[in-house]
């Protein structure tokens, strides 16, 4: 008897440890989370802006003239970042003073003290990417919030934030004469099936009224880059799935506006905070609404109903408009609920 006992005993913890083992390995790796209040009203506001860093030349000053300006108008509730912070490769370490040039000396106007939710281009992966991602250069100008892959929550908006890098093939396989600092990416199979998990994990989770994805790397674009294949393969179905309504990224130097034709979702490149002009146009298959070739940046303001996007030239000129409305809200005709 006690021996068949305490056999069953052995048995459970057994099981207990396996399911203990199981529970603790990739499947419950959580992105994290950051929690933005929304105005009094509900409502959010805020700029985009791309491929910035070069000391205020290119017109990045200009640039961050009008969104100042426009940050105002808008009462803006934070900055987001596409990408490619520092050119021409990154940061060289915490006291690169391409931090303060770049950044803190250049976006200086009040209203864009706020959160700048940043994430990492090609260029910064050229560099050290743990200067960027450290609290060394937060302690210089905390608004620099740069992390490979988080989530905004911000009540009737969550922002997905995606390390795109890592994705394209190119810069493992053909770096040229570049170096990238995969420290803490390499593996990169087993990096981009944990990132893909998580995120699946967490768009699945999602009950916000918008769903926002942003990545350096565009999925569709009609300029010099183009549309990057590993995101279309592996990235974009799990956005489809998953409802999601807008895709912001940088990376192509200018500003575009693309709708998918087989889903709700709309491309945003906001790309143009420095160098633009490349001159390159070549069509894709889904639906162009939107492009301009030059430098300027983007504005968003979201209402529960609502969605707004708008962007802006070097001088703070409206280039383009465009709304939705969202009728029925996502959580009502949730089928889980039915
Ligand atoms: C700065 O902006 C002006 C006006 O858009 C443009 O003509 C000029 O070429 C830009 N300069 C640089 C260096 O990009
Ligand atoms: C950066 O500068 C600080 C202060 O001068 C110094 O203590 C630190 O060692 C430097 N860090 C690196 C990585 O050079
Ligand atoms: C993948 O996720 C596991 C579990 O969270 C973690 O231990 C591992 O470091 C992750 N691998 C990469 C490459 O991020």
């Given at each position: 008897?006690?021996?068949?006992?305490?056999?069953?005993?052995?048995?459970?913890?057994?099981?207990?440890?396996?399911?203990?083992?199981?529970?603790?390995?990739?499947?419950?790796?959580?992105?994290?989370?950051?929690?933005?209040?929304?105005?009094?009203?509900?409502?959010?506001?805020?700029?985009?802006?791309?491929?910035?860093?070069?000391?205020?030349?290119?017109?990045?000053?200009?640039?961050?003239?009008?969104?100042?300006?426009?940050?105002?108008?808008?009462?803006?509730?934070?900055?987001?970042?596409?990408?490619?912070?520092?050119?021409?490769?990154?940061?060289?370490?915490?006291?690169?003073?391409?931090?303060?040039?770049?950044?803190?000396?250049?976006?200086?106007a009040k209203s864009l003290h706020k959160p700048w939710y940043?994430?990492?281009?090609?260029?910064?992966?050229?560099?050290?990417?743990?200067?960027?991602?450290?609290?060394?250069?937060?302690?210089?100008?905390?608004?620099?919030?740069?992390?490979?892959?988080?989530?905004?929550?911000?009540?009737?908006?969550?922002?997905?934030?995606?390390?795109?890098?890592?994705?394209?093939?190119?810069?493992?396989?053909?770096?040229?004469?570049?170096?990238?600092?995969?420290?803490?990416?390499?593996?990169?199979?087993?990096?981009?099936?944990?990132?893909?998990?998580?995120?699946?994990?967490?768009?699945?989770?999602?009950?916000?009224?918008?769903?926002?994805?942003?990545?350096?790397?565009?999925?569709?674009?009609?300029?010099?880059?183009?549309?990057?294949?590993?995101?279309?393969?592996?990235?974009?179905?799990?956005?489809?799935?998953?409802?999601?309504?807008?895709?912001?990224?940088?990376?192509?130097?200018?500003?575009?506006?693309?709708?998918?034709?087989?889903?709700?979702?709309?491309?945003?490149?906001?790309?143009?905070?420095?160098?633009?002009?490349?001159?390159?146009?070549?069509?894709?298959?889904?639906?162009?609404?939107?492009?301009?070739?030059?430098?300027?940046?983007?504005?968003?303001?979201?209402?529960?109903?609502?969605?707004?996007?708008?962007?802006?030239?070097?001088?703070?000129?409206?280039?383009?408009?465009?709304?939705?409305?969202?009728?029925?809200?996502?959580?009502?005709?949730?089928?889980?609920?039915?």
């Amino acid at each position: 008897m006690v021996t068949s006992i305490s056999d069953t005993t052995m048995a459970l913890v057994l099981i207990l440890s396996i399911l203990l083992v199981f529970c603790s390995g990739p499947a419950i790796a959580e992105l994290t989370r950051i929690d933005q209040p929304t105005k009094s009203d509900g409502s959010l506001s805020l700029l985009v802006v791309g491929d910035w860093g070069r000391r205020g030349n290119y017109n990045q000053s200009l640039v961050a003239t009008q969104m100042g300006r426009i940050g105002e108008e808008l009462d803006i509730d934070f900055v987001i970042s596409t990408g490619d912070n520092f050119y021409e490769n990154g940061l060289t370490g915490v006291n690169d003073t391409a931090f303060e040039e770049s950044f803190s000396n250049i976006y200086t106007a009040k209203s864009l003290h706020k959160p700048w939710y940043t994430v990492l281009g090609n260029h910064d992966y050229r560099g050290d990417v743990l200067a960027q991602l450290s609290d060394a250069v937060r302690r210089i100008d905390p608004r620099f919030t740069c992390m490979r892959s988080f989530i905004v929550n911000a009540e009737i908006a969550d922002f997905f934030f995606v390390d795109t890098t890592p994705f394209v093939n190119k810069y493992w396989t053909d770096p040229e004469d570049h170096h990238y600092d995969w420290r803490e990416v390499s593996p990169r199979e087993t990096y981009i099936e944990n990132l893909s998990k998580d995120l699946d994990s967490a768009l699945k989770e999602s009950v916000a009224t918008w769903k926002i994805v942003v990545g350096h790397h565009t999925m569709r674009s009609v300029s010099e880059h183009g549309d990057t294949k590993e995101l279309l393969k592996s990235l974009l179905p799990i956005l489809k799935a998953h409802e999601v309504d807008f895709y912001v990224n940088g990376h192509d130097h200018c500003l575009q506006h693309i709708s998918s034709i087989d889903s709700p979702i709309q491309y945003f490149t906001s790309g143009g905070g420095s160098k633009a002009w490349r001159g390159a146009f070549r069509p894709n298959s889904d639906m162009l609404q939107f492009f301009y070739d030059g430098q300027g940046f983007m504005s968003l303001r979201l209402s529960p109903l609502e969605a707004n996007f708008v962007f802006y030239d070097a001088f703070g000129r409206v280039l383009y408009e465009w709304g939705l409305a969202k009728v029925v809200t996502r959580k009502l005709f949730h089928p889980a609920a039915m």
